[in-house]
């Protein structure tokens, strides 16, 4: 039994030995899916704890989004962040004028693109309104005031060089629209000079030659000429206030003559006008007397930019409220003038003490003034002006400037007297800054006081010899009283400068006129100068008031301008005209009146006028009534704003120095009434011709003429000036008189 025991006990121990094996396989075998399924288990629920799933992660992206939009809205809705002057201050770094920052500014600042010129902002529908601002934004591109670069710098964070806008050439306008309707009783000129006055039987001035004329656009921005040297001179850094006189404050009602306004627009030659040479233009490679020579290279070289002093237009108190100042300067800036102007009302009444509220609410009315062309308003614009320079913690820049924009808003209204008043108080206050004395100057040519201009000059060369404005002026003053020699070298000089307001085809003029009154031969170079740099059409055609495009040539027919009917009616009745011509000669009381506009070398020339810039003097048309009513049916003469109707007389040993009209818009019909056999003759640029008894020569006065009467006996002729046919109705009807 043991045995068996003991075998069956082995064999259970050798079977459980052996079948440990098995038995652990089985096991082994039999728990190895579920092992694998634990871990294929315990595997997805650690890929789960690890990342997240895709509904997860919108989850997570939907929660942050809106965190961000709830953020965003209560950042606008409490006002957490003052966008005012974030913005404002990137403006400072708005380069290309459009109002804010972006690529395009950088680009300006890196100097990878060129900074475009300003325009003023006109909305679409206003353009519609005025068409003038469309014109005038063509016309100069250079438009923005400076009180509007001045106060862009102010606002700057970093210190950067005070400049101004590049200066344009506009021409008058071509076109029917750019032309504005003048009131009838509003003539081109200055009130010293030009201003229209009844005629008795007085002579009448056709040319002033020797008269000084305003620089001034219809625009009311201001002339470069003066505003170019402002700052040219350092000005003393002083923040000591400069107060000026209350008694100041009635300048404009000094003046009884208005010279123009926004009712009466009326133009005035430009700097640097010419007319561009059309199509039907004279050819001049045969007609000039001397080869041209161009100015030494050195005469011709660009002047180096000259750098500004920023000026300082805030006081202590106007910087505590300069974010007021600058969001209603942003409204000005943008075009939105009404804005603007109740914007700086309000801080006038809010801070009544501040400088710069009161000098922006001026400006905004000066816009407001241009933009509903109001007289009106532009007065206060100027009273408003005073106010801001009399306000006794005003800073010495803006005193500066608003006394110079005030002088200059009173000469676009004609008051001559009170700019004057202005600028004299001007140079009181700052007596070292000789460009303010030469706007002085300047001032007292405008009322014809050319004797206290040449003393203003005087002393100004005395301190800055050098001075190129100074001398244009004192030469072209000078010439005026006929110290003709005297006056070359100052003119010359001060060409040559290249000074500011020195390239003006008026000093190319009488430069020109000078030399060839001294048989200078070189006075053609200098016609030939100025016509490069677009003065003159052409060095025979040296006109200054221009309408651009206009067929130019010095001789033409009857048929070539459409006046056939004028013609033949003067020709068929040139012995009625003579015969009232040869009485009103045989009067006591002298109709004819000796010409007094320095256009004679030598000789007796008289002249009885009919007509003036359109207007008929009716006690004259009583010496002539016959020619009087017959001139009455043709209304291209009678209508001619820019020209005259007359007798002219001229006896033996007379000789007329070359010389060119003021216009081109006009030509000019000779009809011979007495005329000797011999020894009469007229040159308009190379061609010579002479008069016939009852027939019409018809030229173009804007080109160089002469004239020399060696006869033994006078010459009589009738002149009747005629608009230029290619002018279109409109612009005869809105052209301003000459």
């Known amino acids: 039994m043991a045995p068996r025991k003991n075998a069956k006990g082995g064999g259970g121990n050798s079977s459980s030995s052996s079948s440990g094996s098995p038995t652990g396989c089985t096991s082994g075998g039999s728990s190895s899916p579920g092992a694998r399924r634990e871990t294929k288990q315990g595997g997805l629920k650690n890929g789960r704890k690890g ?78 309104m005025y068409p003038w601002l469309e014109d005038q934004v063509l016309e100069s591109p250079g438009r923005q005031n400076i009180e509007d670069e001045v106060y862009e710098q102010v606002q700057s964070l970093d210190e950067t060089v005070y400049s101004e806008p590049g200066e344009n050439l506009p021409q008058e306008p071509e076109g029917p629209a750019e032309e504005l309707q003048p009131d009838d009783h509003v003539f081109v000129g200055s009130d010293a000079d030009d201003r229209y006055e009844p005629m008795g039987t007085g002579a009448v001035h056709e040319e002033t030659e020797d008269s000084y004329h305003i620089e001034e656009t219809a625009s009311p921005a201001y002339s470069q000429d003066m505003e170019d040297m402002m700052y040219e001179q350092e000005n003393p850094d002083s923040s000591e206030p400069v107060v000026v006189d209350d008694a100041e404050r009635t300048y404009q009602e000094t003046d009884d003559v208005t010279y123009r306004d926004y009712d009466e627009q009326v133009y005035k030659p430009l700097q640097n006008e010419g007319t561009e040479s059309s199509d039907h233009a004279v050819d001049n490679s045969n007609t000039i007397l001397e080869e041209p020579h161009m100015p030494p290279a050195e005469e011709q070289q660009e002047v180096p930019p000259v750098k500004k002093k920023k000026p300082k237009l805030l006081n202590k108190f106007d910087k505590t409220i300069k974010a007021e100042l600058d969001a209603a300067e942003k409204l000005r800036k943008r075009g939105k003038i009404e804005e603007a102007v109740n914007a700086f009302e309000e801080l006038v009444r809010k801070y009544p003490q501040s400088p710069g509220a009161r000098y922006g609410k001026a400006q905004c009315e000066d816009d407001l003034a241009e933009k509903r062309r109001s007289n009106e308003i532009l007065r206060r614009a100027i009273e408003t002006y005073q106010e801001a320079a009399s306000l006794p913690d005003a800073p010495t820049d803006l005193v500066k400037l608003s006394l110079k924009r005030r002088s200059d808003r009173q000469q676009f209204l004609g008051h001559m007297r009170g700019s004057l008043l202005t600028l004299q108080k001007l140079v009181q206050l700052f007596p070292d800054d000789t460009a303010l004395k030469n706007d002085l100057g300047v001032g007292y040519l405008l009322i014809g006081d050319n004797d206290s201009a040449k003393k203003v000059y005087e002393e100004v060369l005395s301190v800055t010899p050098n001075d190129g404005f100074a001398k244009v002026h004192y030469g072209f003053i000078l010439k005026a009283q006929n110290k003709i020699a005297e006056s070359i070298p100052y003119l010359k000089e001060g060409i040559e400068s290249g000074d500011p307001g020195t390239d003006d085809g008026r000093f190319y003029f009488h430069l020109g006129d000078a030399m060839q009154r001294v048989g ?171 008069w016939e008894e009852g027939k019409v020569l018809i030229f173009d006065d804007s080109f160089e003429h002469e004239v020399w009467q060696d006869a033994a006996s006078f010459r009589l002729i009738f002149i009747v000036d005629v608009w230029h046919p290619e002018l279109t109705p409109h612009q005869r009807r809105s052209l301003p008189a000459i």
């Open 51 to 128: 990342g997240l799933s895709g509904s997860s992660f919108f989850t997570w992206f939907m929660v942050i989004a809106l965190l961000g939009v709830w953020t965003s809205v209560a950042v606008v809705w409490f006002d957490l962040v003052d966008y005012e002057e974030v913005l404002g201050k990137l403006g400072i770094y708005d380069a290309d004028g459009d109002g804010d920052f972006d690529v395009d500014d950088a680009k300006v600042l890196l100097g990878l693109k060129e900074k475009p010129a300003p325009k003023p902002t006109v909305p679409p529908e206003e353009a519609d």
């Open 520 to 690: 200078n031969k070189e006075a053609y170079r200098w016609y030939e100068l100025g016509h490069q740099r677009g003065h003159f059409a052409s060095v025979w055609q040296r006109s200054l008031y221009n309408v651009q495009g206009l067929k130019a040539q010095p001789w033409w027919t009857p048929k070539e301008t459409g006046y056939t009917e004028l013609v033949k009616s003067l020709e068929r009745n040139w012995k009625l005209i003579r015969d009232e011509g040869l009485a009103a000669m045989d009067r006591t009381h002298g109709l004819f009146l000796p010409e007094d506009e320095n256009l004679r070398e030598k000789g007796d020339w008289s002249q009885f006028t009919l007509w003036q810039q359109g207007r008929k003097n009716e006690n004259a048309c009583k010496g002539a009534p016959k020619t009087c009513s017959l001139l009455d049916k043709f209304p291209e003469t009678t209508g001619c704003r820019r020209g005259q109707i007359k007798y002219s007389i001229m006896h033996p040993g007379t000789h007329v120095w070359p010389h060119t009209g003021p216009t081109n818009c006009r030509l000019r019909m000779h009809l011979g009434l007495v005329i000797p056999k011999e020894g009469c003759k007229i040159r308009c640029a190379n061609e010579t011709r002479t």
